[in-house]
């Protein structure tokens, strides 16, 4: 069997495709802010077109040598990224709270130790997740079939800003360890940690010309997409991962998209309301509420909805808000712009006779939303079937399990679940019937931190998947081979000439083989 030193498949030429956004003008620049303060504390430029083009083609040229090496050549040049990142927790921490708005804590064990997880993991498995693998084959016993992995080339990673380290950082190193070049496009709104991410790579000893970062807007991804990639991960929106999807269909390259999410919480009678309380409150309020995976909703079975309400708002009360660098419990908004989305939800909830447990209504364009605990909601609610990405947590009573899972299905979106309950075989049931790529049980968001789990969507939250062995072999192309393993003469029995002897004998070859029973198979 061949190991993954073969050259990947060269990529069409990139096709001529209508722009979808504005190309960006030369000096063209993003100043990038500190969301807490609303200093500026940096400035890139927004790359044009050919810019992009230039960076995958020098990209694609260095991924030559790097592909040819074997995976565990990789696994060893990659190996001194993890001490260099312990060694820079701290700096690396600051950076992420400053541009992002996210506490401390939160970048350290949100974003770092996920990254420390991936490399722990993935530097490990990488070589036998990727060797090739033997597919048994029932009838053809002369024959043998294996599946080898190549790399795609340059791998294209378009990233949000809620994750601006953790989320390009899993890509990155996947898209690596796979053979691959990579370039990201990262949001406009925290592109400077990117930088950081690639400098990290770089000062480990890794070729800068594999990683580059592409600054730029909306039009400079779709750029990199027209650029010539063999893959596009993308994590965002789903109105910018529908788009993405099309540009891909139109370049005929192959995505993974990773998009928002509404998960829901089921909260049983015989859950352990401690537990299932401080769950709630860290998986709502957690990163300001800006995650896909946040607690978006809650259906509390009405025997137990009093005493979790109680606790939730006890809870809640306790957080210390405010600049995410100092000791606090919940930071800034990263996008001072995504405040009126959770101003237009409260307001409708508000109108149609929501109650508010704690919090409010935030001011026009407000840098800090309080965690906001709602009661007394209904689907008839936006709070309830658009996602936030804020600090809200809308509770709603149910009768029983049924109608709680009913509810929870009744969403565009399929990303995450959780289910509370101290009967595990219970919850088990319940979470295979809730219709999300992943359901936790007793347990908020921490599966993204679980290597070797895969993170992906259902329904409109996306396509494909990120982490785990299969997030690894997705960057790759999956080749098939087969060959023989012992001959069987000069000819196969099918080919040519063909004659009634031979019809006659695949009849009885046939009813020997699928016929049920020994008479149907002699007969
Ligand atoms: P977004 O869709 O606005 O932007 C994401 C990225 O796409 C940015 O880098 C942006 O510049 C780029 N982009 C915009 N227009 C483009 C175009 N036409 N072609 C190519 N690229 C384009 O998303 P956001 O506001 O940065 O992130 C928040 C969203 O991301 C939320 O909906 C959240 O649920 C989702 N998200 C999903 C996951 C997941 O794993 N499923 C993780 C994090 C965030």
Redesign the pocket.
């Known amino acids: 069997m061949t190991t993954n030193t073969v050259e990947s498949t060269p990529q069409a030429a990139p096709p001529r495709v209508e722009r979808?956004?504005a190309e960006p003008q030369a000096g063209d620049e993003i100043v990038v802010h500190n969301p807490a303060t609303g200093d500026v504390i940096g400035k890139v430029p927004v790359l044009s077109p050919a810019e992009v083009v230039a960076l995958v083609e020098r990209a694609r040229k260095a991924q030559k040598a790097w592909g040819a090496l074997t995976v565990e050549q990789r696994c060893n040049r990659l190996a001194p990224v993890k001490g260099l990142l312990l060694e820079r927790l701290d700096d690396l921490a600051e950076a992420i709270s400053r541009e992002n708005g996210k506490t401390l804590q939160e970048a350290m064990t949100m974003e770092l130790m996920v990254a420390l997880e991936l490399l722990q993991a993935y530097l490990k498995r990488a070589p036998e997740a990727l060797a090739p693998r033997k597919l048994p084959i029932r009838l053809a016993k002369h024959r043998g079939s294996y599946l080898h992995y190549v790399p795609k080339g340059v791998i294209g990673i378009?990233?949000?800003?809620?994750?601006p380290f953790s989320?390009p950082f899993g890509e990155v190193l996947f898209g690596l360890l796979a053979g691959n070049a990579v370039v990201i496009?990262?949001?406009?709104?925290t592109p400077l940690i990117a930088l950081r991410l690639r400098e990290l790579f770089v000062d480990a000893g890794i070729d800068p010309e594999l990683l580059h970062v592409a600054t730029?807007?909306?039009?400079?991804?779709?750029a990199?997409?027209e650029a010539g990639v063999g893959h596009i991960c993308?994590?965002?929106?789903?109105?910018?991962?529908r788009?993405?999807g099309e540009?891909c269909g139109r370049a005929l390259i192959p995505c993974t998209l990773?998009?928002?999410?509404k998960a829901a919480a089921i909260v049983c009678a015989d859950a352990n309301l401690n537990r299932t309380a401080q769950a709630l409150c860290w998986g709502a309020f957690g990163n300001h509420g800006?995650?896909?995976?946040s607690v978006e909703r809650v259906y509390v079975d009405e025997r137990v909805f009093p005493e979790l309400r109680d606790r939730v708002v006890a809870i809640t009360r306790k957080l210390r808000q405010g600049n995410p660098m100092d000791d606090v419990d919940v930071g800034a908004l990263t996008?001072p712009p995504?405040a009126d989305k959770i101003r237009a939800l409260l307001q409708d909830a508000k109108d149609k006779g929501a109650v508010f447990e704690t919090g409010g209504i935030p001011e026009p364009g407000a840098r800090f939303v309080a965690p906001t605990v709602l009661s007394n909601v209904h689907h008839g609610m936006r709070v309830m079937r658009e996602?936030s990405?804020g600090p809200l947590m809308p509770i709603q009573v149910v009768k029983d399990e049924a109608e709680a899972i009913r509810h929870a299905n009744d969403s565009d979106l399929g990303?995450l679940g959780y289910v509370f309950s101290s009967d595990t075989e219970r919850a088990r049931h319940i979470a295979e019937q809730m219709q999300a790529g992943t359901v936790m049980v007793n347990d908020v968001l921490a599966s993204?931190s679980m290597a070797e789990t895969p993170?992906q969507?259902l329904k409109a939250?996306?396509i494909g998947r990120?982490h785990s062995d299969d997030g690894l072999r997705d960057m790759c192309e999956c080749r098939h081979v087969n060959y023989d393993r012992f001959s069987l003469g000069d000819r196969e029995l099918w080919w040519y000439p063909y004659s009634p002897k031979t019809r006659g004998l695949f009849k009885r070859l046939m009813r020997f083989l699928y016929g049920s029973g020994l008479t149907g198979r002699l007969g």
């Open positions: 979808v956004a378009i990233s949000p800003w809620n994750f989320i496009k990262p949001s406009e709104v730029g807007r909306g039009a400079t991804g779709g990199l997409i993308f994590t965002g929106s789903v109105a910018t991962g788009r993405v540009a990773e998009l928002g999410g800006q995650v896909c995976a996008f995504q996602e990405f990303l993204y993170w969507g939250s996306g990120t």
